[in-house]
């Protein structure tokens, strides 16, 4: 009985860990720069991203940064309106990145490091993919069997594989208009989904997060509360987040004005423009010292708020 309520416990201990890591590392952290970290506390969330079967960090930045870019367009990476295969497996059993995504011109600030680099093969999506979600989610996984046992391994195997479904719904419940409410007028179909919000670590507050792409924190109303922000700040306070950008009092004050709220937040670029180009938040300042290799208009959606 003890031994399987700890591996119950091991199961809960290591499914949090893999969805902070897509949450806070892959997601606010590597995609949209929203803090600054120590390279350990990034690896920490990288890891624990990759056990979670979320492949190369710098497949899964360019894929969603092109998300942002046409989001609910033909050109989305995992729109719901492109039907199921599509936008729950189909999308990452590609052989190839497709001809509207380069990881190269969307993600330099990733190739600045050797072992996302690594992981990412060259731009070989499927040798990545290999590499990560086999090579290390699985064999990494055996290798610890001689020193942990196999059942922890299995529990850990069985984390990984139940929270890889985690953002696959994610990305589509929170693009499906009926099933969530909408604060702001983002142009896209983007909804807060109130369960995804509080089981999915902050992450279902998606309409708020595509309004404020830049924004550490994706709850904004006391009601929606944000496990990935809370534990941003907590970390800031213990020294390790050093920038952490807030949503600004001007974005919190257009929750006032939110039913008046015409004016698209996001301004899209058109999908026929250059393949590079990423939507640039209206009024955000971006922050160069993190994208300075970038050319202007491909800098990430970085933020604003004042920080913490
Ligand atoms: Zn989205
Ligand atoms: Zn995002």
Redesign the pocket.
């Known amino acids: 009985m003890l031994e399987l309520l700890g591996l119950v416990s091991l199961f809960v201990i290591l499914f949090v860990w893999h969805g902070m890591s897509v949450a806070v590392g892959y997601?606010?952290g590597l995609?949209?720069r929203s803090f600054t970290c120590n390279k350990l506390v990034e690896y920490f969330f990288v890891l624990g991203a990759i056990l979670g079967f979320q492949g190369s960090p710098i497949w899964w930045t360019t894929i969603?940064?092109s998300?942002?870019k046409f989001s609910d367009q033909p050109l989305d990476s995992h729109s719901p309106k492109h039907g199921f295969r599509f936008w729950d497996y189909g999308w990452f059993l590609k052989p190839n990145y497709p001809a509207h995504m380069d990881p190269h011109t969307q993600c330099p600030d990733l190739f600045k490091d050797p072992i996302y680099r690594f992981l990412e093969q060259d731009g070989d999506w499927v040798r990545a993919q290999w590499l990560t979600f086999f090579g290390i989610a699985v064999l990494g996984r055996a290798a610890l069997i001689p020193i942990f046992g196999w059942k922890v391994a299995l529990v850990g195997l069985l984390a990984g594989v139940t929270f890889f479904q985690l953002p696959l719904i994610l990305n589509y419940v929170c693009h499906i208009p009926k099933l969530g409410y909408r604060t702001y007028a983002t142009t896209d179909d983007s909804v807060n989904v109130w369960w995804l919000g509080l089981f999915a670590f902050g992450e279902g507050w998606?309409n708020n997060?595509?309004a404020f792409?830049a924004a550490a924190r994706a709850g904004v109303q006391p009601h929606e509360f944000d496990l990935s922000w809370e534990l941003l700040r907590l970390l800031k306070a213990c020294g390790l987040v050093q920038r952490l950008n807030d949503v600004t009092p001007a974005q919190l004050a257009r929750l006032d004005n939110r039913q008046n709220a015409e004016t698209p937040v996001v301004e899209k670029v058109n999908a026929a423009a250059s393949i590079s180009t990423i939507a640039i938040v209206k009024g955000d300042a971006l922050h160069a010292e993190e994208n300075s290799s970038m050319p202007e208009n491909d800098r990430v959606?970085t933020g604003t708020g004042s920080p913490r």
């Open positions: 997601h606010r995609s949209h969603h940064r998300h942002h998606h997060h595509h792409p959606l």
